[in-house]
């Protein structure tokens, strides 16, 4: 039987290698370390000073964003 | 003379505002923001691109939040959820950014400003400290109500987003300019340098743009032509026009000593 | 990028031509004019007043000949034969001065060209060497035969002298613009910034007014209105302005990437 | 019975003291010398060179024009 | 050809409604209504003079409700709840007439509609089975807005109320127009034929007007004139217009066989 | 009330003058003119066909003249003589007739009329006793001259011939038909009814048009429509319109009685 | 101490002669009888049919109103 | 040697069969008889009623004209 989690990110599943991860982990797992970014999880903001501290659980609803050219 | 905009109580040199969107590259972006004297640009708020290559450049290496102040909009937002959620994203992206720029859409035809959802919007963003500068239709009365709620500018479609159309109701504009206190900038519209200047010599504190710019055929030029524009039509509304008058021209010669 | 403006063989840098009347006093006008950027400023013909104090300054004290390109003109003339003299003697005043205004007016209530006059007198000069730069209705046949007479520059009015009114036919304009090979500039009409700006988006090769700045407010500011207004049309020519769409409004920022 | 002559000059009757007078010396009795001005005697322009030269006759029409602020 | 104005599914033939407002007197109302050829004349609800003359004739006594559909107004209602009570103390006064005409105003300096207590009111109203037509703002989504909701009719407005300024935004009026299901009548702002010539070319259903007629010089001269410019713009609509075109005039005469 | 056109001392119920050019074919160029209700029709003079089938109908089996005024042209002439010459064998053609229309073009691009050139042959038509309406640009000047010369009508281009552009430039118009004394009928660029009833309401005496007819979808069903915004402009113009105000818009309905 | 009630009718007092009054009394009392016109009484419409059954209390606020010309 | 004449027509050269032809003869040649037309010989109106007196010449310039739809 398989270990890891599944969660939603920016709309697509993802499927994650451990149960114990948190937001940090995850960022670092997606190479968006030290891009300026934001996270929204489960509707509510994730502070960056909190990425360390947010543990994901299954089935969380994750969007990660950051800032384009637009008008 | 010094006359600065002033929003939120923070004052700026330029009255044009720039958008960041439809640029062939960052490097163009950046040609035509620096030809455009601005000094608030629109950045819009997307999801990162799950996988890409973390070394791309990005559009803030081009422009430094240091360098700009950040103008992040909602664009594409049809409900006030929407809006709330991806302004609560650049707050938190932006280090606590509060100036923030709203617009919730009726209709992806005509982009036209949903009022209704916009109002509801903008009352949670002001409840939450956010400073609102907010895209609306020309309607006076809206406008007043964005007002009361306490965005810290209104700004007036002058046509449809995109459609270079120029400024299609200056009377409705007038109402809103006369009776606010807050600024009033027009927003979307704006397809040449003359429309930009004839919205400042109604009174507006200042102009917002991206496709005028952007889908010139020169695109920094058109940004020198529109800091011009903007600056010609302030200075135009300062110094207090000559009146019209159809009859009864009068020469601009002597009429007596003419030789007979 | 050089841009020259090129009339009877000389190039100017400015596009903006100011006249010289109505001014409060010889320091605005000199203000007014410094401001403006023009190179170019028009003068009036007059008899000199029998008696005057002979140390009174006059205009000429305050704009050096040395310092700008004259353009005397013939306003307040009805007659080919009053417009012809009154060249012959600019031109003895300013030592062989040759590049003139030309304006025969038809009625004194609209201060309208006389075209017909007009092509007369031009026909005269044109033979005795003058560079004619006639001002004229917004007429395109007349403004070919004005051309083809041998005219170094047509001036169609935007609107009536000193009325403020702007450019009532744009459309007609153009019609001369993309007809003639000689440059085409706008006098007379123009009231605001926004209208020169117009005007040089149309294609005009400059701008010719007086009322509009110095019946302004603040003169000098609204000289230095002009002089930015006309280079922002001017770059928003050549820069190539977006097209024009009702519909299908496009939006400025991606409309892939929205939170959901 | 009286000398002197009389011409027309910008529309205006004038005295002249002598019957022997050139451009030039009603440019000085007008106290015009010195200013930047054009002549033109009866419907003819008198070149500055040739003020000295030309003589004024009775009722002769001149026009005597300076450059004034104008549009 | 049949082509009869359908609202609330009841079918009139003229396309001009009136109101019965700022009339010299009676007499002059009734005469201005024949000339028109109106089959809906609006009319306000007000409280009756306490102890006025019993007998003293009143507006239904020269409009017999029999003879003409009429539309009871909420004019100078500034809230959901004035125009609702209003409503229905008009029903009641016209025996369960369900036909009215829903306007909520924003501020009495414009009179420009306050749409959010409009659509507050609409929906109550439509609930208890009124058909509202509605008077509205030009925006395009608050009209899609009051069509979902159920009104039997959107009236944008030209221009101000009782202005005369005609169609100030003609662009918006046409995305109404082309993506409404139910009619769309101008209401406001028209001030002469042409403007109401203007309003049917564009495709509305139908105008509706007070001061233009009311306050003219000869208002039954203009309620004819209004009568013909309906007739006029609704025909030039179906007609279908000639394709503008600036250039390449062509003749109307042949242009062979010219004598040579 | 009896509101005749009076144009060389002859009297018309209608207002409206149209070609008969562009048609499908005769029938629908007689019903277009009997829908239009015009007295006044106006034909080009063009050279026979050589050997054409001797029995093939011609327009004037179709429009009898006994039934119509005829109104010969000069359309395709682009100089005096040329003019002229047509204008003599319509005389002859139409038994002595007298009443024409003068027009001389100066470009087959843009159909503009050669101001210059229609002042030579009117001076000449008129001496010959021909009755001369003439077709002009919308110059004051130029219109007064004519007027002098002695033409009975002077009829300046809304817009280019056949480009149903609609008035260009009312102030022009206006301020002919301010000074003249012979009527002044629009001719040529108007294309919906709209633009006929905004002719009306300048002031103009009558309008005269073709192609805005021909080139309808539904020709006969805009010549109704032309008619009646003739008549409804006409009549507003006689029925004074009232002030236009942008601001303090006044309502229609009492402010007073409103519950509470 | 004085019989008869008070109301508001269109915003104005009213001193009824009598407690016992109808709607429809009122509308005879103030000479509106055959008038067309509708009332609201504390919010509610009170239907013409009802008129003579609704009975007046104090302290009831009253509409009546009829239809003017208005645009 | 050929009898007959060539004369301009609207621009086209015709050979007349005789040398003795009128107006009204030519007109009737080209079975022009009945029809509302104008013509005008060398630059000048020939009027109807002199038709049948006008005698054509060698190199005549005629121009026969007719009303047509035109605006």
Request: net charge negative; aromatic share 4%; hydrophobic share 45%.
């Amino acid at each position: 039987m398989k270990s890891g989690m599944q969660i939603l990110v920016n709309g697509k599943a993802m499927q994650l290698p451990s149960e114990a991860m948190t937001v940090m982990a995850l960022v670092e797992h997606m190479q968006l370390t030290g891009k300026r970014i934001a996270v929204e999880r489960n509707g509510d903001i994730v502070p960056r000073s909190q990425f360390h501290a947010v543990q994901l659980q299954g089935n969380d609803k994750l969007e990660i964003v950051g800032a384009v050219g637009g008008g | 003379m010094s006359d600065a905009l002033v929003i939120a109580g923070k004052s700026y040199e330029s009255r044009l505002l720039v958008g960041t969107g439809k640029y062939k590259d960052f490097a163009e972006t950046r040609a035509a923001i620096d030809a455009s004297g601005t000094e608030i640009v629109t950045v819009a708020i997307r999801r990162t691109n799950i996988g890409q290559n973390a070394n791309e450049p990005s559009l803030l290496d081009y422009l430094p939040p240091a360098e700009f102040t950040y103008l992040p909009n909602t664009a594409g937002c049809y409900s006030a959820d929407d809006a709330i959620r991806t302004l609560r994203l650049a707050r938190e992206l932006l280090d606590d950014h509060r100036l923030v720029k709203l617009e919730v859409l009726g209709d992806p035809n005509t982009l036209y400003p949903n009022v209704t959802e916009t109002i509801a919007a903008a009352k949670v963003l002001v409840k939450e400290g956010f400073e609102v500068m907010v895209y609306t239709s020309d309607d006076p009365i809206i406008a007043r109500q964005l007002e009361e709620i306490g965005c810290v500018a209104v700004m007036p479609l002058a046509s449809l987003i995109g459609s270079g159309m120029g400024i299609l109701n200056p009377w409705n504009l007038q109402i809103i300019i006369e009776s606010a206190k807050i600024p009033v900038l027009v927003d979307a519209g704006v397809g040449c340098a003359s429309d930009a200047a004839i919205a400042m010599e109604l009174g507006c504190a200042g102009v917002l743009m991206n496709t005028a710019i952007a889908a010139a055929r020169d695109p920094v030029l058109m940004a020198g032509a529109m800091k011009k524009a903007v600056e010609a039509g302030r200075e135009s509304f300062l110094a207090g026009r000559m009146a019209k008058k159809l009859y009864s021209a009068s020469p601009s010669s002597p009429t007596t000593g003419m030789i007979g």
